[in-house]
């Protein structure tokens, strides 16, 4: 088991950047590979991206690509999420999200332990 506690979200102006943390609860956190997805409202939940449980390997959705970089610390237990450059459709809630079996997946249906998210919102 491991709890996921999200921080970092607030409001922000097109074309700045926030840093998105989440926090996992127990020993094991570098044994689960770890996600961010997000839902605006309105839309169904997707894929944002995704680190290895080493974190040598990342993933991001096209339309993040070149302005979010993922991140982890095992040491701290702890995976980021660095927003720049962003766009009012960037505006969402944010979950952090852990697996236990797939690495690096795209598909929320994957991940079995979800944080309560954290709200980003971006004015034009």
């Known amino acids: 088991q491991v709890q996921l506690v999200e921080s970092g979200g607030g409001l922000v102006q097109a074309g700045g950047s926030l840093r998105l943390s989440c926090a996992a609860s127990?020993?094991?956190?570098?044994?689960?590979?770890m996600g961010w997805f997000r839902q605006a409202p309105g839309k169904e939940r997707e894929f944002v991206a995704a680190?290895?449980?080493?974190?040598?390997?990342?993933y991001y959705a096209d339309s993040v690509k070149g302005r979010f970089t993922i991140s982890r610390d095992n040491a701290k237990n702890t995976v980021y999420l660095q927003m720049d450059s962003l766009k009012p459709e960037d505006t969402a809630i944010y979950y952090c999200?852990?697996?236990?079996?797939?690495?690096?997946?795209?598909?929320?249906?994957?991940?079995?332990?979800w944080g309560q998210g954290t709200q980003v919102t971006v004015s034009s």
């Open positions: 999200a852990a697996s236990t079996y797939y690495s690096g997946s795209t598909n929320s249906h994957d991940y079995n332990y």
């Open positions: 127990g020993r094991t956190f570098g044994r689960y590979a």
């Open positions: 680190v290895t449980w080493s974190g040598a390997n990342t």
